[in-house]
């Protein structure tokens, strides 16, 4: 089945999709491809909510808990990314992303008063 996926390293975001089956070096294989990055120059971590864990490249992406039920294309599970730097790897780092201000009242529907128009406009 497939499992979609958000890579994220800085300001950056790949979407990408993969079978259950797809071993993380795979993964690594498609940023390569994007991003021009050989795998052995790249880390990922699977993010939980208090802690980020380095992923084994012979491991598959469901040993890590990414399922077609839980990465969804509506809903993609994250992945951290980080780069080598010299000889050490950069810290894993992701800029969170901005949320859109509330939607003006003029711009919220009033569901009442427009199925009311929409009645008296029928007679």
């Known amino acids: 089945m497939d499992v979609f ?5 800085h300001k950056t975001t790949i979407f ?6 797809t071993t993380v070096l795979e993964v690594k294989k498609m940023v390569e491809g994007i ?14 909510k208090d802690q980020s864990i380095l992923m084994d490249d012979s491991k598959q992406l469901s040993e890590y ?5 839980t990465a969804r294309a509506q ?5 951290g990314l980080a780069f080598r730097e010299g000889e050490d790897f950069e810290p ?5 992303v901005s949320t859109p201000p509330d939607l003006p009242d003029v711009m919220k529907g009033d569901s009442t008063n427009s199925q ?6 029928d007679k």
């Open 116 to 121: 009311s128009n929409m009645d008296s406009s």
């Open 35 to 48: 991003l021009k990055k050989a795998p052995e120059d790249q880390q990922l971590f699977k993010l939980t």
């Open 92 to 96: 894993l780092e992701i800029t969170a």
């Open 75 to 79: 809903q993609p599970e994250t992945i």
């Open 5 to 9: 996926l958000m890579i994220r390293r």
């Open 16 to 21: 990408a999709d993969a079978k259950e089956t």
């Open 65 to 69: 808990g990414y399922t077609h039920s």
